[in-house]
């Protein structure tokens, strides 16, 4: 499943509709989301620090008017996230939580409460990068056992290994460790896990003219290849989006069929 | 490594080179193979029905005098190949062997006996492609038993798992089983291994104006990350070879570098 990422509250536009409580500038880039092949709205709120109920409300409202996609509900702010699923008419995606505590704390109790998805990071207790896979998969045992002391069903995780920008220092060997997360994690678990990864990230500081989306495609499929259920990308990087439709043939049970690329050149 | 496979003597230019024993479209072929990014050259000499040791002597010369690449002997002619072999001043690789009689009772002892690397394909004894990772696993264990018996050290292979065409009935599945095999084969033979893979064969028969080279990278990239060690495809194909190139990158030891890619444009 493609997961658009570009709806950030942080865009010019976005910021001047929600300050003027405007839906249109919201429902437009939704519908061109959409039109990119997005399966899924990411409405990235980041720590709505100012009315977190009210501008969650109306971002949540707004966006669901625009469109029938499932919606991901991403802030860290457990007030905002509260708000949104109690503004939601369908049920949201929420993203997400890790082992800091007030995330575990606020925001695990309201996917156990509403019966939702939650993606969850394999992040330490600070909510800081693990190192290593080793470091990534104990804090995937520790996410569920975390969730499933307050009350969340493990069916409802969808785990996040967390992908580093290769622009660290030690960035290269780190998006190694997560391919390798994503294959031990489900015989660790003992069952089988939904997983999402935040693919633009993996590109963030790099060098102005970068062949940034050969790089995502290489490592998204890369990491389909290792299990990956979901990614969250822009939806307007096209070479990107075809990687991820020839990732999704590719891995298709059903026969390969070169008509889902519609008339892209070879 | 990336090793061209663009070198096949049905080419017109190149059969007319053979025909004139003129050396000169060969050289030119390679400099541009070279040029595009190439790190070895497959010399495609098919059977080689007519004249094979005059026919092959006069390629592997005419590609050794033009490049200091390391070529690969690729014919299913045994009587072609050690002309190849005998012709050589530098150590080829050869294009190779599998379970068929033939193929053990006349090509692996010259590489036994010239203590050359040879490329193994996972076939049965017929020479047909097995229908799943099972399949390509026994064969590839009955490759090494039967190579070994011939006096050939396991090191010197360099398996090929055999990439399907998309367009075989089940060639969505074989794909996966493709890379499912490179994935278990160290574990099963208990050692590292090094592949290779055809990657054009992904593609054949293939509609026209189908996006070739976006499914070639994705799946180039998913074969890497199960463990490829070495593609062998278009080095004409851009797009392609920008993939490859990323997945270099990507599973590289050495920190990841922006470089590599020159100046292409994001």
Chains 1, 2 share one sequence.
């Not at 942080?10 to 519908?31: K, V």
């Not at 709205?41 to 969650?56: K, S």
């Not at 949104?84 to 995606?93: E, L, M, S, Y």
């Not at 049970?253 to 889902?260: D, G, I, Q, T, V």
Request: net charge negative; glycine share 8%; charged share 20%.
């Amino acid at each position: 499943m493609i997961v658009a990422d570009n709806l950030q509250i942080l865009l010019p536009s976005i910021q001047e509709a929600m300050a003027r409580r405007d839906p249109e500038p919201i429902a437009r880039l939704i519908r061109q989301m959409e039109a990119a092949g997005a399966e899924a709205v990411d409405l990235n709120a980041g720590p709505c620090q100012r009315n977190p109920e009210q501008e969650m409300t109306f971002l949540v409202r707004s966006a669901e008017a625009a469109t029938r996609l499932p919606l991901f509900i991403d802030t860290a702010n457990p007030r905002a996230m509260a708000a949104g699923v109690r503004a939601a008419g369908r049920p949201p995606i929420l993203n997400g939580f890790s082992l800091e505590p007030r995330k575990l704390g606020e925001i695990v109790p309201l996917a156990a409460d509403y019966g939702l998805d939650i993606v969850g990071y394999l992040l330490d207790g600070e909510g800081l990068v693990p190192p290593d896979a080793q470091g990534r998969l104990s804090a995937g045992l520790a996410l569920f056992d975390a969730a499933a002391a307050k009350g969340l069903s493990p069916e409802r995780i969808i785990v996040d290994p967390v992908v580093p920008p290769l622009s660290w220092q030690d960035g290269g060997r780190q998006v190694r460790e997560v391919l390798q997360t994503l294959r031990l994690l489900p015989d660790l678990l003992g069952r089988p896990v939904r997983t999402v990864a935040g693919l633009s990230n993996l590109t963030s500081g790099a060098p102005s003219g970068a062949p940034r989306q050969v790089v995502e495609s290489a490592y998204l499929a890369m990491m389909t290849a290792a299990g990956l259920s979901m990614a969250l990308l822009n939806v307007f990087h096209t070479d990107t989006m075809n990687a991820a439709r020839a990732c999704r043939e590719l891995i298709s049970e059903k026969p390969f069929s070169w008509a889902e690329f519609g008339s892209t050149p070879a």
